[in-house]
């Protein structure tokens, strides 16, 4: 069964602050270093509640998942959340900035073109912990090493931990990718399947996050499917399919 990533978490989260956090994982990984991530980004609610990750694009963007900023068929009021950046802790630490607007991929549904760009009310100032990422416009051969990150749960059900965690997948193919999300056709282009073994991989509250090829986005967190850590590859909206989509909106 093919489940978005925060469709969980957006209730969680709400408690996540005074849960008792094991030290650990995205499932799988390890904590972040400190700026390590300098282009990721916590979504918030307006309380401070962990929801999505998301990669920032320069400094009045970020990239997330469109299924992060919506409640059914409607788009969230932008009062309503917030981002943190600069800061492994999605609780404390960084910069707070508040969205004035949201622009939802026209196009999303049914799993795919899961994109939405976030726009600032303040430009971020960039630093040695806040700096964009550069929008990958190629595919990933199969098997290149992509790299992860987000404050997901650390297993399936499992608590959502404050320390930012990252891993490495593996890249697959579109072809590589069909049997598995067969259904999802005639959309699989729009993906980026990643590879993984069993206990690994992203979960709930990853949503949004970004997935990265050599320095550069090459997707961004949409979908695990029969739960995290599965043997299945997990489902990422392919940067390099939505390209021309993200610099549109972002000049508009």
Not at 8 to 15: D, L
Not at 201 to 224: E, H, I, M, Q, R
């Amino acid at each position: 069964m093919v489940r978005i990533l925060n469709v969980i978490a957006v209730f969680v989260t709400v408690v996540a602050c005074a849960l008792a956090v094991p030290s650990g994982r995205i499932v799988g990984g390890a904590d972040a270093e400190d700026g390590q991530f300098k282009y990721q980004i916590s979504l918030q609610h307006s309380n401070g509640a962990h929801t999505c990750g998301g990669s920032i694009l320069n400094e009045r963007f970020v990239l997330t998942a469109a299924h992060c900023v919506m409640v059914g068929d409607e788009v969230r009021p932008p009062s309503s959340l917030q981002i943190r950046a600069g800061s492994v802790d999605y609780s404390e630490g960084g910069k707070l900035l508040k969205i004035k607007r949201i622009v939802v991929n026209e196009n999303y549904g049914n799993f795919v073109h899961d994109l939405a760009l976030l726009e600032l009310e303040e430009p971020l100032e960039f630093c040695d912990k806040i700096h964009p990422i550069e929008l990958a416009t190629e595919e990933v051969p199969s098997g290149g090493d992509i790299i992860v990150s987000g404050w997901g749960r650390l297993y399936n059900n499992g608590p959502i931990p404050n320390h930012l965690q990252w891993t490495t997948l593996k890249a697959m193919t579109t072809e590589e990718c069909r049997p598995y999300f067969a259904d999802l056709e005639p959309n699989i282009d729009a993906l980026i399947c990643l590879a993984h073994g069993s206990n690994h991989g992203v979960c709930n509250g990853d949503s949004g996050g970004p997935a990265t090829y050599k320095g550069k986005l090459v997707g961004v967190a949409s979908f695990v499917m029969d739960g995290c850590g599965s043997t299945n590859p997990d489902g990422y909206a392919k940067v390099s399919h939505h390209y021309d989509w993200i610099i549109k909106n972002m000049e508009n």
